[in-house]
């Protein structure tokens, strides 16, 4: 290469693969350094596309910073997603399956998409997925995860819906912890939810088991208060039908029944989410058809608002008077599907037209549609309850009316109902819609705020005792009494059933050991020897700040047969455990729940029990079915 000499040497070492070739045809130096010069200009624009791409990237990268990763995020690699296992955007499908938990039936396939075959195809692929994941609802995984396996841990390795982990009660003893304190619990949304995927074929994760609102979906008769009091509590207790050994515990809660006609004026702000996760017709459109069912019992006295929510937030609906049903129905109707979620937005500007429409001596509430699947300004579970908390000092209730499945954030929307003085219920069909908005329509109607319970357990007569269910809401023993700590809120005709599992004396129980403080005396007051425990409860009227006490302590021998009401009630529990495949199960079966709650289903008249059979027949089925793995 001498012969080019030192200038030509130099276009060689600096001038890349352009230079070279003018060279070896014989071009002179001038012509090589023209081609340098094109191939650096080539060079500078591929650069600054690298460039764009980059910032583009970076950009994403923050988003996704700010938006935590939790359990619900897909983040599965990139032959992940090339093998099908994870849905590239545009693809057929809502998502595809990633890999299936233990305790799943393996998905149908999906129908692969055509594609042209060849290297072509894979580029193609690769500029679809952008190299990241946007998962349904528009959230997408933060990059430089694609190396991580997606996540395994229940429902979330098929897709996107979050649940709250929690542990499950376990048994105390009176002489450690006399007291068992914890708030009410009206939502009924776990129990719907799972109806839900029982009848797609589907076991719920354990996380979505909340025996609670479980046992709380079904009406009881339980009688009504007689006094002042807008709430009354009957205590009952017979034999536990999973443990023969134990006994079991019934605190039932009957809040005051407010007549239609007497029901005040409602100032309600319907808070729609209409971004492109709702397009479904199990989302939008059924909120749709929920809210037509509401707008029917509207009377003129009542108020109705509407505010959207997607990329950002409006008023769809200035206040109308609930004899402009058209006017209302018009608007909701006509709400179309697009665009992010800005939950944070609309939650503001929601609480915002409710205060300034605030109706004293009536009803303020805002009821809250969506699918919980934030991705735009605040989405930190954390932060949303501060939001939430901040908006409850303005007594403005709240109604969390969850919708959709594959991206439903059920642990969201149960912490913002909690905290909001709300409660929280899942539509998946129309019936449902009917038994939240007109089976129950006065519940919309709050009567007692901040009712809490405290148990006090007689350790002559008590071993152990375990609450089941109530995880969520479990407070501290001096939190019963502090008028400053948010409980739950019971409407007008709500019930609230508590269940307690009851070791008797002479009942072997494991329990961790525990000295016995010298100090603390052991002998129980004479008059109480007989006592099984005492239960108190507290609760504030609407408007009131100062919580009022009820008690009643139980005592006397345990009946042998439980009442039909109570039977039902513990074959529902039995029916949650089983499907939680809790420890504390015992002896029940899924044949033996069905043989407890086919004889008790007594008056029925929206069928409620009976559908509660048949899901109970499905899940026996879906469990003698072999888990994935298992090949029987």
């Given at each position: 290469?001498?012969r080019?000499g030192?200038?030509?040497?130099r ?19 001038r012509?090589a350094?023209?081609a ?20 583009a ?17 897909i983040?599965g690699?990139?032959?992940e ?14 998502h595809?399956?990633g890999?299936?938990?233990?305790g ?7 129908a ?36 991580k396996?997606?996540p395994?841990d229940?429902?979330?390795a ?6 709250g982990?929690?542990q499950?009660?376990?048994f ?19 129990y ?9 074929g589907?076991r ?20 009504p208060p ?22 079991l515990?019934?605190v039932?809660v ?19 989410d ?6 479904q ?24 608002s509407?505010?959207?929510y ?8 200035p206040?109308t ?12 109707t ?23 429409t ?9 009821i ?11 989405v ?13 000092k303005?007594?403005v209730?709240?109604?969390v ?13 149960k912490?913002l109902?909690?905290?909001?003085n ?7 069909t129309?019936d ?8 129950q ?21 008590v071993t ?5 269910g109530?995880e ?34 002479g ?22 020897s ?11 009227h ?8 009820l ?26 455990m ?15 729940v069905?043989?407890?709650?086919q004889g ?8 409620h ?22 090949g029987?």
């Amino acid at each position: 290469m001498s012969r080019f000499g030192v200038r030509g040497r130099r276009l060689l070492a600096g001038g890349g693969p352009a230079v070279l070739l003018a060279v070896l045809v014989g071009c002179g130096p001038r012509d090589a350094e023209r081609a340098r010069a094109e191939a650096e200009r080539a060079e500078a624009a591929a650069l600054a596309e690298r460039v764009k791409a980059e910032q583009a990237e970076a950009a994403a990268r923050a988003e996704a910073e700010r938006t935590p990763a939790g359990p619900a995020q897909i983040t599965g690699g990139l032959d992940e997603r090339l093998q099908g296992n994870i849905a590239l955007p545009g693809e057929k499908g809502e998502h595809a399956p990633g890999p299936v938990p233990p305790g799943f039936p393996s998905p149908a396939p999906l129908a692969e998409p055509a594609s042209p075959a060849g290297p072509d195809a894979l580029g193609k692929r690769i500029a679809v997925s952008g190299g990241s994941f946007a998962g349904v609802g528009g959230s997408g995984a933060a990059r430089g995860t694609e190396n991580k396996p997606a996540p395994r841990d229940g429902y979330n390795a098929q897709n996107a819906e979050a649940y709250g982990r929690y542990q499950e009660n376990e048994f105390r003893s009176p002489l450690v912890a006399p007291l068992s304190t914890f708030s009410a619990d009206v939502n009924t949304a776990s129990y719907a939810n799972v109806r839900r995927m029982l009848s797609e074929g589907t076991r719920p994760p354990a996380s979505a088991v909340f025996l609670a609102e479980f046992v709380n979906y079904f009406p009881y008769s339980y009688a009504p208060p007689a006094g002042a009091d807008p709430v009354a509590f009957h205590v009952e207790m017979g034999p536990c039908p999973w443990n023969a050994k134990h006994h079991l515990l019934r605190v039932g809660v009957q809040a005051h029944q407010i007549p239609a006609e007497k029901l005040p004026p409602r100032n309600l702000v319907f808070l729609i989410d209409t971004s492109g996760s709702m397009q479904q017709e199990n989302r939008l459109p059924l909120v749709q058809k929920s809210l037509e069912l509401l707008v029917e019992k509207l009377a003129e006295k009542d108020r109705v608002s509407v505010v959207t929510y997607a990329g950002d937030s409006r008023v769809a609906l200035p206040p109308t008077s609930g004899a402009d049903k058209k006017a209302i129905l018009d608007v909701v109707t006509g709400l179309q599907a697009n665009g992010s979620t800005n939950g944070e937005g609309g939650i503001k500007k929601a609480y915002q037209l409710a205060r300034d429409t605030f109706l004293d001596g009536g009803v303020n509430r805002v009821i809250l549609c969506t699918d919980g699947d934030f991705n735009v300004g605040v989405v930190d579970n954390g932060e949303l309850v501060k939001l939430i908390e901040e908006q409850r000092k303005s007594k403005v209730f709240l109604t969390v009316l969850g919708y959709g499945m594959g991206n439903y954030k059920d642990d969201r929307l149960k912490e913002l109902a909690n905290h909001g003085n709300g409660h929280h219920a899942y539509i998946d069909t129309l019936d449902e819609a009917k038994k939240v908005f007109v089976e129950q329509g006065g519940a919309l109607v709050c009567v007692a705020k901040d009712v809490k319970f405290q148990i006090d357990f007689n350790p002559a007569k008590v071993t152990a005792y375990r609450l089941v269910g109530y995880e969520n809401r479990l407070l501290k023993d001096e939190d019963f009494k502090n008028d400053a700590k948010d409980a739950g809120d019971v409407g007008s005709g709500h019930q609230v059933t508590v269940l307690y599992e009851i070791v008797p004396p002479g009942v072997k129980v494991d329990l961790p050991e525990v000295d016995a403080s010298k100090y603390q005396k052991k002998d129980v007051p004479a008059p109480a020897s007989d006592e099984w425990l005492t239960v108190k409860m507290r609760y504030k009227h609407p408007d009131a700040d100062v919580s009022k006490e009820l008690t009643a302590a139980h005592k006397g021998a345990v009946t042998r047969e439980l009442s039909d009401d109570f039977r039902f009630a513990a074959a529902v529990a039995s029916f949650g455990m089983l499907l939680r495949d809790s420890k504390y199960k015992g002896a029940m079966t899924y044949a033996g729940v069905l043989e407890e709650a086919q004889g008790v289903l007594g008056a029925d008249p929206n069928n409620h029990r009976k559908q509660f059979l048949e899901l109970v027949r499905r899940a026996k089925e879906l469990a003698s079915d072999p888990k994935p793995g298992e090949g029987r």
